[in-house]
């Protein structure tokens, strides 16, 4: 409706891949089948050392099931149970007794991004003003990145910017033309 196309080219069996337009050839499939394969190998593998625990053990536990935390203290798969605080306090003394830590030092937690009022996580931006220019700023950096590879992708790109805004407005008309002064 606003004249946005998508045209794909693609070079090699399985460069299509993360294409948005189509499903997976299958070759495709098999393609990303292996890649996750290989991640599950990796974690599982990575998770058995770090318990202490035969793989095969872990295996018999592991394949997507989802455990309570009390669940997992039994199963050996953790070791405690705590809050996100306990941990961070748990990781500082371990850090300590291992000497990577000074142990007089003192920690300081840096929280980012800093955590805005409750009311601004509701509404956003309390500043109308500082949220339009951080659009805006990010908005004119992707366009001039776009036009790098494609000017007639960023001028798509400049004309979706503009419907985003008229989108706010009670009433929306767009014309099916473009007007350009050369």
């Not at 993360?18 to 997976?24: A, D, E, P, R, T």
């Not at 007639?152 to 009433?171: D, F, G, M, T, Y």
């Amino acid at each position: 409706k606003v004249g946005i196309t998508t045209e794909v080219i693609s070079r090699g069996q399985n460069s299509g891949v993360m294409s948005l337009m189509s499903g997976f050839s299958e070759s495709e499939r098999q393609a990303m089948m292996k890649l996750l394969q290989d991640i599950y190998d990796k974690f599982t593998r990575k998770a058995a050392e770090g318990r202490g625990m035969e793989l095969e053990t872990l295996e018999k536990l592991a394949r997507g099931r989802v455990y309570t935390g009390s669940m997992a203290v039994k199963n050996g798969l953790v070791d405690e149970l705590g809050t996100l605080e306990d941990a961070i306090a748990y990781a500082i003394k371990d850090a300590k007794e291992r000497g990577a830590i000074d142990a007089d030092a003192k920690v300081d937690r840096l929280v980012l991004p800093k955590p805005t009022s409750p009311l601004e996580a509701l509404f956003g931006p309390l500043d109308p003003d500082a949220s339009i220019r951080t659009t805006a700023a990010r908005r004119g950096a992707l366009v001039e990145a776009v036009e790098a590879l494609s000017p007639e992708a960023a001028r798509h790109l400049q004309a979706l910017a503009i419907v985003n805004l008229l989108s706010r407005e009670p009433r929306l008309t767009l014309m099916p033309f473009e007007v350009r002064v050369k």
